[in-house]
């Protein structure tokens, strides 16, 4: 249909004075399309000017159908080089913006089809400009190993549209928000700098050539301040960057703000695959519901620094930010799909308006509201709209003056302000009243109907230093209720009220923590779900009720902050202890309380089962690279300094692997290099191959000896060369030589797990290609697949599954999936050390079919999942009746199972499907 045969509303001329000009210019128009002109023009000076510019294109463009015109307008863009494209997206930015305010206007486009339109334009602004700029940098020979073809994806490079540009949104005068990346596999390693500064260069000028304002006016502002630790970081960084700073460091506001993200140029397909790398960090499987308080306070900081607080007044309102807003229903939308996003993939809709709808289908939102919230949400989207359309402005701001609501109300096609105002600010006040209710705290409930021995447990509570202040007691009365009734869900509320009981006796204070439980409900939830669900963390509060000044400190709930800082901070603290024997039980305290904080991160759902595996992975490296030259130094002040080039500590088996689980003990060996130093030099010299054998045991000593403080990991060291019968320290000459010559192929799989965690950094690497050396040489063996098979009956036969839940022995599970993926990384000579990675060597390696690769990667996440979460709810067998229902859905959250007969469905499919798998690949 054509654009005038579309039309279905009009602005109404707001300066009289401004319709002279339209109307004689485009007399030979339809009347119904001149009405829409010269009410557009007597509305808007910006539109004006775009029709006076661009008349003899106008014409053409509304005697057809507004979507062809579009179309014409984007294949322009096409193939034109840097120097011809700046101008031509000035041009089209021009025509596309009066096409679209003329149909937003005249009620041709819905609004979708408007943001829509602008987003297209958008998207290939960007694209071409990469495209372009990217040709250029390989002519110039910057792109190393590119060919001119390659600039058609960008060679690599991508940028992803965030916010509104990449949900489709885009408003009238939006700039757009851009993270540009650049797959750094592409390169060969010594040339991934020299394409990252070529990738920063074609950045810097796209956005020039987009946002400059020249005599041609301007395509859209660009803002890159979205990427990860803008403030330090280039605006063009590599997506291994990229992932590795999401993965430590990523925020709840930018796990919300990937809910949009879009690959919009470039390399499309690049852009994808990072976006599904970091599925795990922006939609968790648990509900999320401490999402609720973060947004919450993300809109409370919002309006103090806008000043937006009070009650509704129109004049100045900010129709984007201020209360009833457009961000009170993104907020609104937003946060119930990161709560619930996780497990269910069909609440993850980029837009405000789809997700909505698919928060509706699936009951986090009743329909009406929904509905409702959708109609108000476009009519919001229509009056910021209408504001910048009268000066192509960037503003959310309504008007100050009562002659400015006069025009946005004519631009409306409403001839009576008064009536305009009126309906407008019902429409604010609506907003506020269906989304607040959301955010705010809700109704304390009352208490449910305790036994006489409960009772006098509650009752003797106000004896408690916790509770000795009527402060304290005030804000408690306030909470005990919620925490009664949720105490009374456990299966066992007796004993969950005595393990809360001993929580709370051991508090020394309570009105910091009270007062967090009435301000954030989930940190009740948080100390409830200890002691319903997890005895050994529960019962660890009971004795260690000092542990949680992490948590009233305010960094408990802070993202996870990685190896690095973790080292950094402990030998920090670790040097300020003199004496060695504090320094050891300094490190225990520490380590325990973080210890500690993963649990309850994945008691929680804070972070799942994957992460906690990478932290308490991170963790042992931390506690292995700050406490190993604390015992070198103990130990060289009485034997000498370690003779040679010294040592390095390699983490074998899941330590190697990166993921460990809350019992994990560590899997360790030593290889040192004495560069043919004989022997120490302190007042106790020894020998080399002693010292190093007995700085090893000091090492194992320092980690394992049990203290007042506990220990901090039992170690084990049978994975050395020639297992127990061998050294517990290795040279390295003698580990090369081992390996080669008579080490077992059990032994050649445990390497490719091995990875340096402390100690010396250039004997680090050397093992590592003493370590690759061997995997190359070994892994096309003949005997290995006839080995594993040995070895896999071998294991069965030994220790059969402990239990009906068993996750990690037996045909099938966890240490199945494992050893087969050392096969992998074996066969391929891979470097990679996690299972994940493994199996990806191994369908490379063209013995595992996509199919089977895929299956394996679902059943290892699967019985990760359920062995992780075990070991963080018993010491003993998982025993289903003994944890109790909080226990239970504790595990049917991680496994994302409905109920346990599905999660034991799950698991026999998994299992069966493994094994058959591995005897086919080792059978052929």
């Given amino acids: 249909m054509t654009f005038a045969a579309r039309l279905t509303r009009c602005p109404i001329p707001f300066e009289p004075a401004r319709i002279e000009e339209p109307r004689a210019r485009f007399a030979a128009l339809a009347p119904e399309l001149r009405a829409l002109l010269e009410g557009t023009a007597g509305c808007s000076p910006y539109l004006a000017g775009l029709m006076e510019r661009q008349a003899d294109w106008l014409e053409s463009a509304l005697a057809g159908s507004p979507e062809a015109a579009l179309d014409a307008e984007l294949a322009g863009l096409v193939a034109l080089d840097s120097e011809a494209l700046g101008p031509a997206l000035r041009h089209a930015k021009a025509r596309i913006a009066l096409l679209a305010g003329l149909a937003d206007l005249g009620g041709v486009w819905p609004l979708e089809q408007v943001t829509g339109a602008l987003t297209r334009l958008a998207d290939a602004a960007v694209h071409h400009a990469l495209r372009a700029l990217a040709a250029d940098e390989i002519r110039r020979g910057k792109v190393p190993g590119a060919v001119p073809g390659d600039a058609d994806t960008a060679c690599g490079i991508v940028a992803l549209a965030m916010g509104k540009g990449g949900a489709g949104e885009l408003n009238y005068s939006s700039d757009i928000d851009l993270i540009c990346l650049f797959d750094e596999t592409r390169y060969a390693p010594d040339d991934v700098q020299e394409a990252r500064a070529a990738f920063i260069r074609v950045v810097r000028k ?62 499309l397909a690049a852009g994808a695959r990072f976006l599904q790398t970091l599925t795990p960090f922006v939609w968790r499987r648990h509900l999320d519901f401490a999402a609720i308080q973060d947004a919450y306070d993300m809109r409370l900081r919002i309006r103090e620094h806008k000043g937006l607080h009070g009650p509704i007044v129109l004049e100045g309102h900010n129709m984007k930010l201020g209360m009833g807003g457009i961000r009170e229903i993104e907020f609104f939308t937003q946060t119930r799909q990161i709560i619930a996003g996780g497990r269910d993939p069909s609440l993850r809709a980029s837009d405000t308006v789809g997700g909505l709808a698919a928060l509706a289908a699936k009951g986090w939102v009743p329909e009406a509201d929904a509905a409702e919230l959708t109609e108000l949400y476009r009519a919001h989207r229509e009056i910021e709209h209408r504001v910048q359309m009268v000066a192509d402005a960037q503003t959310h701001d309504l008007p100050t003056t009562p002659d400015g609501f006069d025009r946005i109300a004519r631009m409306c096609g409403e001839a009576d302000t008064e009536t305009f105002r009126s309906a407008l600010h019902a429409r604010l006040e609506r907003v506020a009243e269906l989304t607040e209710g959301f955010f705010a705290p809700g109704e304390t409930r009352s208490g449910p109907e305790m036994s006489a021995e409960m009772r006098e447990i509650v009752e003797g509570w106000r004896s408690y230093p916790a509770l000795r202040s009527e402060r304290a007691v005030a804000i408690f009365k306030r909470v005990q209720p919620e925490i009664l009734s949720r105490l009374d869900r456990a299966a066992n509320p ?61 960094d408990f709930f802070a993202p996870w902050p990685g190896t690095a800082a973790l080292v950094e901070v402990l030998s920090k603290r670790l040097d300020e202890r003199a004496d060695y024997e504090a320094r050891l039980t300094s490190a225990r305290i520490w380590a325990r309380e973080w210890h500690f904080r993963i649990g309850v991160h994945h008691l929680r759902g804070l972070i799942d089962a994957g992460q906690a595996g990478r932290e308490y992975a991170d963790l042992a490296g931390a506690v292995l690279a700050a406490l190993w030259p604390v015992v070198v130094a103990e130990f060289a002040r009485k034997h000498g300094q370690p003779p040679g080039r010294g040592a390095v500590v390699l983490g074998m088996g899941s330590l190697g692997a990166e993921r460990l689980n809350a019992q994990s003990d560590l899997d360790l060996i030593v290889i040192y290099d004495a560069d043919g130093v004989d022997a120490s030099d302190g007042p106790r010299p020894l020998a080399a191959r002693a010292y190093y054998s007995r700085l090893t045991q000091a090492l194992v000593t320092a980690l394992s000896a049990p203290m007042a403080d506990g220990r901090l990991y039992e170690v084990d060291m049978r994975l050395r060369p020639s297992g127990r019968q061998g ?55 003949d005997r290995v697949l006839p080995d594993v098979a040995e070895m896999r ?72 999942r359920l062995q992780s979460g ?24 991680e496994t994302g199972a409905s109920n346990l007969d599905g999660m034991a469905s799950q698991m026999e499919g998994h299992k069966d499907r493994v094994a058959a798998i591995i005897a086919r690949v080792l059978a052929a």
């Fill in 494 to 554: 007796s004993e969950a009220l005595r393990q809360f009981d001993g929580f709370l006796a051991g508090l020394p204070a309570g009105v910091q923590l009270f007062s967090l439980f009435e301000a954030n409900p989930q940190l009740i939830d948080l100390i409830v779900d200890i002691c319903t669900t997890a005895p050994g963390l529960a019962s660890y509060l009971s004795r260690n009720a000092a542990v949680l000044d992490a948590v009233i400190g305010g």
């Fill in 727 to 781: 050294p517990v320290a290795t040279a390295i000459q003698s580990f090369r030589s081992y390996q080669m010559e008579e080490a077992w192929t059990w032994e050649h799989l445990a390497l490719t797990r091995a990875r340096p965690v402390a100690g010396d950094f250039a004997l680090a690497a050397e093992v590592e290609e003493a370590r690759m050396a061997v995997l190359a040489a070994k892994g096309g063996a």
């Fill in 206 to 267: 796209m956005t020039a050539m987009l946002s400059d304002l020249t005599a041609d006016g301007y395509v859209f502002r660009t803002d890159l301040r979205l990427r990860p630790d803008a403030s330090v970081t280039p605006v063009c960084i590599s997506m291994a960057a990229a992932e590795q700073y999401y993965e430590a460091q990523g925020r709840t506001w930018e796990r919300a703000a990937y809910i949009k993200a879009r690959p919009c140029g470039g390399d």
């Fill in 793 to 864: 009956d071998r294991i069965f036969a030994a220790k059969a599954p402990d239990g009906a839940w068993e996750a990690k022995i037996g045909p099938g599970r966890l240490q199945d999936i494992e050893l087969l993926a050392q096969v992998g990384a074996l066969r391929s000579a891979a470097p990679a050390r996690r299972v994940e990675a493994q199996l990806r060597a191994g369908l490379k390696a063209g013995y595992l079919t996509r199919e089977d690769e895929a299956a394996l990667q679902e059943a290892y996440r699967f019985f990760w």
């Fill in 870 to 893: 075990a070991r963080l709810l018993t010491e003993q067998p998982l025993d289903m009746t003994a944890i109790g229902a909080g226990g239970q859905a504790f595990l049917l959250r």
